[in-house]
T-cell receptor, first 110, second 115 residues
Framework: EDQVTQSPEALRLQEGESSSLNCSYT??????LFWYRQDPGKGPEFLFT???AGEEKEKERLKATLTKKESFLHITAPKPEDSATYLC???????????FGSGTRLQVQP | GAGVSQTPSNKVTEKGKYVELRCDPI?????LYWYRQSLGQGPEFLIY????????DSGLPNDRFFAVRPEGSVSTLKIQRTERGDSAVYLC?????????????FGPGTRLTVL
């Protein structure tokens, strides 16, 4: 059974204070690992897809990396508008369903 | 272009009643998914449609839950004899499917409250 564990559950940063969010996963065969951002009262918003260990992707202040057991979402010099819940999900080979972690609630204070 | 839309945005019902939740996917997306999200948790998979057929319904919790997609576009999630434990946000997603990048794009969700 696929499993995704995200840590920490919550993170409070000062504006400009860089940090990383962790996503540990177990899957029989990885088709893709997805990062989403979710604002309160809204649906998840797609950020990145990673397919194989060693892959990295960047978007503005966010950078996602992937190993065989975990993924990291690095946030460089965050701003208050980066405050949201960040969700990690895996897609197993042979299935289309995503298995999500419980998310990391990020708060960036000015 | 328009994203995934869901109606209603909020639904309050009484225990034992029947409800229908609607999802309108991104135009041209052949795959459609339903997920359920409880407070403080990530979305949980319910069912996946490829075209008109349910390709994977392994996430439906019991036979009170049923979903259809008769013309391969709009989908309706139907819940019979609702229970208080059914209260959650029901999310719909769609994707192009069939290729290596099967990115699922989510709608805003329907918040269901069962009193």
């Amino acid at each position: 059974e696929d499993q995704v564990t995200q840590s920490p559950e919550a993170l409070r940063l000062q504006e400009g204070e860089s940090s990383s969010l962790n996503c540990s996963y177990t899957v029989s065969g990885l088709r893709g690992l997805f990062w989403y951002r979710q604002d309160p009262g809204k649906g998840p918003e797609f950020l990145f897809t990673l397919y194989s260990a060693g892959e990295e992707k960047e978007k503005e202040r966010l950078k996602a990396t992937l190993t065989k057991k975990e993924s990291f979402l690095h946030i460089t010099a965050p701003k208050p508008e980066d405050s949201a819940t960040y969700l990690c999900a895996v897609q197993d080979t042979g299935r289309r369903a995503l298995t999500f972690g419980s998310g990391t609630r990020l708060q960036v204070q000015p | 272009g328009a994203g995934v839309s869901q109606t209603p945005s909020n639904k309050v019902t009484e225990k034992g009643k029947y409800v229908e939740l609607r999802c309108d996917p991104i135009s041209g997306h052949t795959a459609l998914y339903w997920y359920r999200q409880s407070l403080g948790q990530g979305p949980e998979f319910l069912i996946y449609f490829q075209g008109t057929g349910a390709a994977d319904d392994s996430g439906l919790p019991n036979d009170r839950f049923f979903a259809v997609r008769p013309e391969g576009s709009v989908s309706t999630l139907k819940i019979q004899r609702t229970e208080r434990g059914d209260s959650a946000v029901y999310l719909c997603a769609s994707s192009l499917a069939g290729g290596p990048s099967d990115t699922q794009y989510f709608g805003p969700g329907t918040r269901l409250t069962v009193l």
